[in-house]
């Protein structure tokens, strides 16, 4: 059963932007922090964003921060990215995931994720 979906990937050329949403199940309220990461071509999963589950904190990975921005909507338990000032190096399969422990930064302590959006920048 598909906990998360996210969604809003595509094409962009460098410079501009996309927001990506990610819908959750009724499983995966209540969690401590719901991340972003990302995993480039032929490269390791990355932490990009995370948003704790009052949405009173964010965190981001130092790459990103100040051209992307993580929020949510509760009442929907939907978390978006707004990814601005996108650039070629931001390409990558971008995924949610869920957790309900302390380290928002670590993939593993992460205990559901969704199926990953593409995001393709064009120089």
């Known amino acids: 059963q598909v906990q998360l979906v996210e969604s809003g990937g595509g094409l962009v050329q460098a410079g501009g932007s996309l927001r990506l949403s990610c819908v959750g199940s009724q499983r995966t309220r209540g969690h401590t922090f719901m991340g972003w990461f990302r995993q480039p071509p032929g490269k390791e999963r990355e932490f990009v964003a995370a948003i704790s589950w009052s949405g009173g904190s964010t965190y981001y990975a130092d790459s990103v921060k100040d051209r992307f921005t993580i929020s949510r909507d509760n009442a929907k338990n939907t978390v978006y990215l707004e990814m601005n000032s996108l650039k070629p190096g931001d390409t990558a399969v971008y995924y949610c995931?869920?957790?309900?422990?302390?380290?928002?930064?670590?993939?593993?302590?992460?205990?559901?994720w969704g199926q990953g959006t593409q995001v393709t920048v064009s120089s």
């Open positions: 995931a869920a957790q309900w422990g302390n380290d928002y930064r670590q993939p593993d302590e992460y205990d559901y």
